[in-house]
């Protein structure tokens, strides 16, 4: 099982980019999907999650200003983050609940990172 994840890049505050989120690989179902974000000498925090029937849950930082959403038939995820602060900046990784064959686990993707000049 594989996630990649991309979309990142730079970007001027109050500007907007677009994360997606694909796994891969043998898969027999996904459960939850989420973002989370780590900045420079931070610890890993949650930005949003979201279950296989649609259910969104948000950190109360980005709440309003980033969207996220998801494909099942494309095991696919997205993050629409708008009005983008210097705050944001981080490196963004994908995690998945995954079942290859009969076990659930969490997946990780390799991060794509996000800059927000001020």
């Known amino acids: 099982v594989q996630l990649q994840a991309y979309g990142g890049g730079l970007v001027q505050a109050g500007g907007s980019l677009r994360l997606s989120c694909t796994a891969s690989?043998?898969?027999?179902?996904?459960?939850?999907m989420g973002w989370y974000r780590q900045a420079p000498g931070k610890q890993r925090d949650l930005v949003a999650t979201?279950?296989?029937?649609?259910?969104?849950n948000y950190a109360n930082s980005v709440t309003g200003r980033f969207t996220i959403s998801r494909d099942n038939a494309k095991k696919t995820i997205y993050l629409q983050m708008n009005d983008l602060k210097p705050e944001d900046t981080a490196v963004y990784y994908c995690?998945?609940?995954?079942?290859?064959?009969?076990?659930?686990?969490?997946?990780w993707g390799q991060g794509t990172l996000v800059t927000v000049s001020s």
């Open positions: 690989g043998t898969i027999t179902s996904i459960k939850d």
């Open positions: 995690k998945a609940n995954i079942r290859p064959h009969f076990v659930l686990d969490d997946f």
């Open positions: 979201i279950t296989s029937g649609g259910t969104a």
